[in-house]
């Protein structure tokens, strides 16, 4: 395989599939937060995804059907992102149509 040299420093190899090596992605990462800083809110949210992945991951959460259809293929929603083991399992389209109703 040949290798191919990127971004800034010149030295390291990209990433397969990637724009940046794993430093420099990492250095642009760190830069562009800078710019777009998340909100508290935001930030709740993300921990409580990252928490409730963990728990998925390890085994203590199962993924479940749909709530509302019976679909086999679900995903995790919040209700209360206080609550990040409070998972209502939906999917994708019912997901979609719950918080259409919420905004609205």
């Known amino acids: 395989m040949k290798e191919i040299k990127c971004c800034q ?6 990433r397969k599939g990637q724009r940046y090596c794993l430093k ?3 250095a642009n990462m760190r830069y562009w937060r800078t710019l777009h800083p998340i909100t508290p809110l935001q930030q709740q949210k993300s ?3 990252s928490y409730a992945h963990v728990y998925l ?3 203590k959460l199962q993924k479940q059907s749909c709530d509302q259809c019976g679909d086999i293929d679900s995903e995790m929603h919040h ?4 609550k990040p083991l409070l998972i209502t399992w ?10 259409d109703h919420v905004e609205h």
């Open 9 to 14: 420093c010149l030295e390291n190899v990209r």
């Open 24 to 26: 420099c992605h990492a």
């Open 47 to 49: 921990n409580c995804r």
């Open 57 to 59: 991951k390890r085994g």
């Open 79 to 82: 209700s209360d992102y206080r």
């Open 90 to 99: 939906l999917c994708r389209s019912c997901h979609l149509s719950l918080h």
